[in-house]
Structures are given as C-alpha cells and as structure tokens.
C-alpha cells in the first residue's frame, strides 16, 4: 500500500530493506532550525571568550549552549539529508562571520569621551575583541566537525534506512565532537587564557567528554524532535537520496 504523505510510519515499524527517505525544505520547519542553530552558534562564540574553571576542570563560557548546535544538525541531517545539512551548515558560517564584522565595526566606532563611556569601550573590546578569533576557531571547527556529523548520519542511513536512529546519532555525533573539540582548542585556547599543555589536554578532553556527553543524554530528546518533524513535515519520504 503507497505511504500517504505527510503520515510516515514510525522508524521502528520500517522494514530493513527500506531506502533512506528525506523531506525537501519547502515548510517552515528547516527555517526555523536554522535560525536557532545560528543564534546557538553566535552566542557561543560570544561565551567561549570567557576562560571557566569549575574545580578541577576547564572549559569556557560558551560550554552550554555548543552542543545545541550539534543536537540541531542532527535533527536537519536526518530530515532533510546531507545536501541540505550543508547548506545549514554554510548558511550559519556566513552569519557568524557577519556577526564578527558587526562586532568589529562596533568596537572602531568613535565614541564619547566621558569617564562612563570609556569603560563601557573598554569592556566591549574585552568581552568581542578576542571573539574574532573564537569565530575562526569555532567556524573551522564547526564547519568540519559539523560536515562529518552529518556525512556519517546519512551513510549510515543509507544502510540502515528509517532504523537504528539512535546508533547512527550517537556514532556520529562522537566522531564530529572529537573534530570540532580538537580544531576548536587548538586556535581558541591562547585567546581565553590557556597556556599550558597540561591544561590544554584538559580542555580539549573535558571539551570532547563533556559535548559527546550531553548529545547522548539527549538523544532520546533528539529522537523525539526528528520523528515529531518526520510526521509534520509533509514531504518526508518525498525525497529518497541526499
């Protein structure tokens, strides 16, 4: 019996033999992700300016918020395929880097001479001066870890088709955050104050440990988002490859 659009079976009901289905991005849902996935980004760049150091462990400001980001890719690249994970993924490159030039020019901007006015100056190039930096190591690290989350979710959906949603978001989700955390540290660790290597192998592990930690804890939350958008987006199943 043809499926009828817009009403898709759930994953576990799928045969094993079943082809990848994908939606096309014409209802507002991939909208909406992606703005989300871009403020997540931007606003994170703005917090790994800031060095933590919580007990024994270090990490930085924007520790909460990053793996949102990963969280939401997965929910694109699995409704929607690579292709369209891709262009997400350059889409929020873009808007970041606009976000750093925005901040540039803010900080350039003469401003008034009283005593309040040069504090708040100099607090701004203390919180966004470094960020230029962070946005670097973040785009770079984003855009590759990002890319081989979402490239290994659609492989091995190809093989697995609608099943096993939970291996393939944990199995890539690991492999993207070890990229990302590795790139990320490398460029962004002098900028919030990280010197050593004692403490850079600390940051990076915490950082890899801590991201790859909470993706699996939501996964069943992921799980959730992905078959509530399967259902409503009426051309799941319209699209076979990505």
């Given at each position: 019996m043809p499926a009828v659009p817009g009403h898709n079976t759930a994953p576990e009901t799928t045969s094993?033999?079943?082809?990848?289905?994908f939606a096309s991005i014409g209802s507002p849902y991939f909208g909406i992700m992606l703005a989300f996935m871009a403020v997540v980004l931007i606003l994170s760049n703005i917090g790994a300016s800031k060095g933590v150091a919580i007990g024994p462990i270090v990490t930085d400001g924007g520790f909460f918020l990053f793996p949102l980001a990963y969280i939401l890719g997965d929910v694109i690249s699995e409704v929607y395929g690579f292709k369209v994970a891709r262009k997400a993924i350059f889409a929020t490159f873009a808007l970041s880097v606009f976000a750093s030039v925005c901040?540039?020019?803010i900080i350039a901007l003469p401003g008034f001479d009283d005593e309040y006015s040069i504090a708040k100056q100099s607090a701004l190039e203390g919180a966004l001066g470094p960020v230029p930096q962070i946005v670097l190591a973040s785009?770079?690290?984003?855009?590759?870890?990002?890319?081989i989350n979402s490239w290994i979710l659609v492989k091995m959906k190809a093989r697995t088709g609608e099943k096993s949603l939970w291996a393939r978001l944990m199995g890539s989700s690991g492999a993207g955050e070890f990229v990302d955390t590795l790139i990320f540290c490398s460029i962004a660790a002098s900028v919030i104050g990280i010197t050593d290597f004692g403490t850079f192998v600390n940051y990076v592990v915490v950082g890899f440990v801590y991201k790859t930690l909470v993706e699996f804890l939501f996964v069943p939350v992921t799980a959730s988002v992905i078959a509530w958008v399967k259902k409503r987006e009426p051309s799941y199943g319209a699209v076979a490859a990505s």
């Open positions: 094993p033999g079943s082809p990848a289905k901040y540039w020019v785009l770079l690290a984003f855009l590759a870890g990002q890319t």
